[in-house]
């Protein structure tokens, strides 16, 4: 009943967070992944985990794709997830007034050009076979504005557009490779942390940040897991150019509280 077997994956990011549960969900269901990411010591310890190959990549470095390819000229699955936010080094300006141009171009180079260029090796290792799956993992920031992070929704925005373009090209050549995204919110992963605090503050940040969620919680990597089996899998053949939120119901509509009624 294993829904991935006898399929190649490589999964970008997937060191820790969302690409390690995408992953572990992936070998659950009978893939064999590889692991990929920039940080060597995390990495090893999560292929060691999982028991999954690893191998070094940065994404935004196009020498580390094309050893990938050399290496791995076929896939059936790409998960393009590798995403900073900006902030890992401590909180600084990505406001659209005082953000630095480096610090806008960073969050770009690994976010944007990374998952170009997987979606590149993507479609280069799939079309000869002529069929596959890309997942693209997108943000809630990407479909709306974020004024304090502008350069994080700019590039997950651009994210969103590129899956379609990568679909309808493959669409075009005949080729039966789907590319969708994935669009999530607040999902309670290390990539949080810098934005959190500590002790009280913590409790504080993260009840105010989930405050304008329906569902009033972060979310679990685990569900963003499970809607990339979905697209990796043959359950979804009729599905690309297409996102999924997962977004505990914040684009919905208004945010309302749970037992709230509004009269207006």
């Not at 060191?15 to 010591?41: H, M, N």
């Not at 490779?177 to 959190?196: D, F, G, Q, V, Y």
């Amino acid at each position: 009943m294993h829904r991935l077997s006898e399929k190649f994956c490589v999964i970008t990011g997937a060191a820790r967070g969302i690409g390690k549960a995408i992953a572990q969900a992936f070998v659950e269901e009978g893939a064999t992944v590889l692991l990929t990411d920039c940080d060597d010591e995390t990495l090893l310890a999560t292929g060691t985990a999982l028991n999954c190959a690893t191998f070094h990549l940065d994404v935004q470095n196009e020498a580390d794709w094309a050893a990938l390819a050399e290496l791995h000229p076929t896939a059936d699955i790409v998960v393009n997830n590798a995403g900073i936010t900006g902030f890992e080094a401590g909180m600084v300006p990505h406001d659209p007034e005082n953000v630095a141009l480096e610090d806008w171009r960073a969050v770009h180079r690994v976010n944007l050009d990374g998952t170009f260029l997987g979606c590149r090796y993507a479609i280069r290792a799939m079309k000869e076979k002529g069929e596959g799956a890309i997942i693209n993992i997108s943000s809630r920031s990407g479909m709306v504005g974020i004024a304090g992070a502008a350069a994080y929704a700019s590039s997950k925005a651009a994210i969103r557009n590129h899956s379609k373009t990568v679909a309808l090209y493959c669409a075009q050549q005949g080729w039966k490779i789907r590319c969708n995204s994935i669009h999530p919110a607040a999902i309670m992963t290390p990539m949080w942390e810098p934005m959190l605090g500590e002790g009280a503050q913590r409790e504080k940040s993260m009840a105010a940040m989930v405050r304008d969620t329906p569902l009033r919680r972060f979310g679990e990597a685990s569900e963003v897991a499970a809607a990339a089996v979905l697209l990796a899998s043959d359950e979804a053949t009729y599905m690309t150019g297409t996102e999924i939120t997962i977004d505990g119901g914040i684009l919905a509509g208004s945010a309302a509280a749970p037992g709230q009624v509004d009269d207006s």
